[in-house]
């Protein structure tokens, strides 16, 4: 029987994301960032670098459980690495969004989400994977003009130790399931 959903209803989908959480201090400063163009995201995604975006997928006990193993493997074939996020970019015109840019570590997410992206992930991209940390979207150009002069100095740098899974909540928040720690060699 599906899971019930926060409406009383039988939920029989729900939406996972799989992420690299920014550590503090600078995730609190990457979510103030954020938070200055007035974006209503801000309060509810907090700072990540994306491996596996938005996946609608039907509630499954098994399904659960086939997830859960890919990503254990995919973790213990990782080994930690450094992000290193410094500066901004931007996606317009094709979508309204300012970043901050890796300019270390995107090889490693580029292997992680590949491996993510298979099994019971599998899932064509629309766009080519591009690892980023997002600080506007979809809100008023000089907004995202102000975000991307603000954090065009920004520097950051930590070590990746873990990805995590989220499941997107009926507020539109994403509630994080699960860590999966990557394996230190």
């Known amino acids: 029987m599906p899971d019930p959903d926060v409406g009383g209803r039988c939920a029989v989908e729900r939406t996972i994301g799989i992420a690299i959480g920014i550590p503090q201090p600078w995730g609190a400063e990457l979510d103030a960032a954020r938070a200055s163009t007035g974006d209503p995201q801000a309060a509810l995604i907090p700072a990540h670098v994306t491996l596996l ?14 997830i859960d193993r890919l990503l254990r493997k995919v973790a213990a074939a990782s080994a930690p690495f450094a992000i290193q996020l410094r500066g901004t970019g931007t996606f317009r015109p094709v979508s309204q969004v300012v970043f901050v840019a890796l300019a270390a570590g995107i090889a490693e997410c580029e292997r992680l989400a590949a491996a993510i992206r298979t099994g019971p992930l599998r899932r064509e991209l629309v766009h080519p994977y591009h690892p980023h940390v997002t600080v ?50």
């Open 53 to 66: 975006g938005p996946t609608v997928l039907p509630v499954s006990a098994e399904l659960d459980r086939r």
């Open 136 to 185: 506007g979207h979809d809100v008023p150009g000089p907004a995202l003009d102000g975000v991307f002069e603000q954090m065009a100095d920004y520097s950051a740098r930590f070590t990746v130790d873990h990805f995590t899974r989220y499941e997107h909540t009926g507020d539109g928040s994403w509630e994080p399931l699960r860590d999966y720690p990557l394996r230190p060699r």
